[in-house]
């Protein structure tokens, strides 16, 4: 019996895109590619179309699903108690008559890019896929934990080491040796300078400006189809998706390109007051010469202690908070402190010691 002669009717189509036909080749009289849709039976011997026999077609062998009556209802299903491949629509078995409810769809096709290698247009060697299936399957597959493990290890025990070492206390005994106090006031001068740039990128207050049109570089970028993808939807049908990637490019508009003057704050000199507990905590006096002005005041009170236990190391250096802090300060007054498990002193920690 040979195939109904298709209406030329609107294909049918999912999202509107256009339904083709998956191919298969009959393995028992070697009728070669029937149609997924067409020919559910081989119209040569009978044999009933496999799911695992199906193939994408080479472009010539192309044909939309062209049946008014298909519809799609999702991959068929193998019946649970017989194998036997269903429509997606069916209930009951067509072979055994067995509850489908709850069968498995069958295997699709991987998904191929059209016209890549793995689209052939023919038949897969079912015999020569099940053997490399074995193949990876009696492989043992094992996996070396050990370098995960180990690196787990080493991070959990580094961050548990500064948990520890930060937390850690260790008792220390500080004299001051040092107060020194810092001010220092920035001088700044307005300065003109020149620069060059596209018109919109020039500083608002630019002057004395001079363009001329050049070619500025953009850059474009654009989703472009670099190729159609072929999806397997199980029913002996299958799609084809575009598939986008994002290219970038270069484009040339012509644009004013720009020399120009502009002013700008520039810092040129610190005036520097500095001295120690006996002298007087002032300002240097600014001298302000013509487009100057002062930029910024910065003040350091320091407290320089020495370890009692360790006279000879580098004295330790505290910034105090103010003045009124700086003065509570004094040469020769002892404290207790605390260490951190790096060395590093808790400076919350300070107290002056009560005296004996
Ligand atoms: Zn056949
Ligand atoms: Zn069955």
Not at 39 to 60: L, V
Request: aromatic share 10%; with cysteine.
């Amino acid at each position: 019996m040979l195939p109904p002669t298709p209406p030329r009717s609107a294909p049918p189509s999912a999202g509107g895109e256009p339904v083709y036909q998956m191919l298969w080749d009959c393995k028992f009289c070697g009728t070669q590619k029937l149609l997924g849709v067409d020919h559910r039976f081989c119209p040569s011997c009978g044999a009933k179309q496999e799911p695992e026999w199906r193939y994408f077609p080479s472009e010539e062998d192309k044909k939309l699903v062209t049946d008014p009556k298909y519809a799609y209802h999702g991959a068929d299903r193998a019946c649970p108690y017989c194998q036997q491949p269903n429509s997606a629509a069916a209930q009951f078995c067509v072979s055994c008559g067995g509850d489908l409810s709850g069968a498995a769809e069958v295997a699709r096709k991987a998904s191929v890019v059209a016209g890549s290698a793995e689209d052939s247009g023919k038949a897969d060697d079912l015999v020569l896929k099940r053997f490399q299936a074995e193949q990876a399957a009696a492989k043992p597959k094992k996996t070396n934990w050990t370098p995960f493990i180990l690196i787990v290890v080493a991070i959990v025990a580094f961050f548990a080491f500064l948990f520890i070492n930060a937390n850690r206390r260790i008792a220390g005994e500080l004299t001051v040796s040092d107060l020194q106090w810092t001010r220092v006031i920035a001088v700044e001068r307005l300065n003109t300078l020149t620069g060059s740039d596209w018109r919109d990128q020039m500083p608002p207050a630019a002057y004395n400006v001079s363009c001329s049109t050049r070619d500025r570089p953009y850059t474009v970028t654009e989703r472009v189809q670099t190729g159609t993808r072929r999806v397997d939807r199980g029913d002996g049908t299958f799609v084809e998706q575009p598939i986008f990637e994002n290219r970038s490019r270069t484009e040339y508009r012509p644009d004013q390109f720009c020399n120009y003057t502009y002013d700008q704050w520039q810092k040129v000199r610190d005036v520097r007051t500095s001295g120690g507990a006996d002298d007087p905590i002032v300002w240097g006096a600014v001298n302000l010469g013509t487009r100057e002005r002062e930029g910024g005041r910065e003040e350091r009170l320091l407290v320089f202690f020495t370890k009692v236990d360790k006279p000879n190391d580098k004295p330790l250096e505290y910034r105090a908070r103010d003045e009124a802090e700086w003065r509570t300060f004094e040469i020769r007054q002892r404290y207790t402190v605390n260490y951190d498990g790096f060395g590093n002193v808790v400076w919350s920690d300070l107290k002056v010691q009560a005296p004996r």
